[in-house]
């Protein structure tokens, strides 16, 4: 079946550095993949798409700024937030959308970033 | 608007009994339609999907779901709950290449 990847699966940093979030897939190629934010014991919240080559579309009310995001690849998107704060901790999940089979997405593990 | 409601917030099950996990959606045209799991702490893991035909859907782990396009329903079955059963059950439907969730029901599972 299809596999995506996250790296790192927890980060701790300080508030006011940057972090980056990597998202593979790791045996199929996605045009479109997907950043979600999900708060304890809540649902998944979406953040942005991000498609390979182009800006990525973010959801009303996320910063742009605050959450770079890049699809340099069809198997790589990178979610950097920058000068992160406490309030930035949660769980972030990425899924990436099979360009062989576009109905289905599949879903990282996940991330989880406590910011200090 | 997309949505999709679940409308149970926590279900408890002792093992072995049957299961049924509620989903309603509100879509203009036919939905894609899926089930997520996910564990304490873990990404999400696809149960089934449901795209056209046949509209009762067979999945992973013994699952199935049925698609009632009158009741706008994708409710969740499972004819024997095992204790490895316990986590967050996502329902969800695709807008617009947007996966759109539903808030989720937590799952229990009695010894």
């Not at chain 1, 942005?48 to 340099?72: C, M, P, R």
């Amino acid at each position: 079946g299809a596999v995506v990847s996250q790296h790192p699966s927890r980060v701790i940093c300080k508030s006011g550095t940057s972090v980056k979030i990597e998202c593979r897939s790791l045996d199929f190629q996605a045009t479109t993949m997907f950043w979600y934010r999900q708060f304890p014991k809540q649902s998944l919240m979406l953040m942005a798409t991000s498609n390979e080559g182009s800006k990525a579309t973010y959801e009303q009310g996320v910063e742009k700024d605050k959450f770079l995001i890049n699809h340099a690849s069809l198997t790589l998107s990178t979610l950097t937030v920058t000068s992160a704060h406490p309030e930035d901790s949660s769980f972030y999940i990425c899924s990436a959308r099979d360009r062989g089979r576009t109905d289905t997405q599949y879903f990282g593990p996940g991330t989880r970033l406590t910011v200090l | 608007a997309q949505s999709v409601t679940q409308p149970d917030i926590h279900i408890t099950v002792s093992e072995g009994a049957s299961l049924e996990l509620r989903c309603n959606y509100s879509y203009g045209a036919t939905p894609y339609l899926f089930w997520y799991v996910q564990s304490p702490g873990q990404g999400l893991q696809l149960l089934l999907k449901y795209f056209s035909g046949d509209t009762l859907v067979q999945g992973i782990k013994g699952f199935e779901a049925e698609f009632k396009r009158s009741q706008s329903s994708f409710n969740l079955r499972k004819p024997s709950v095992h204790w490895s059963d316990a986590a967050e059950y996502f329902c969800a439907v695709t807008s617009y290449d947007k996966v759109i969730f539903g808030p989720g029901t937590s799952l229990s599972v009695i010894p």
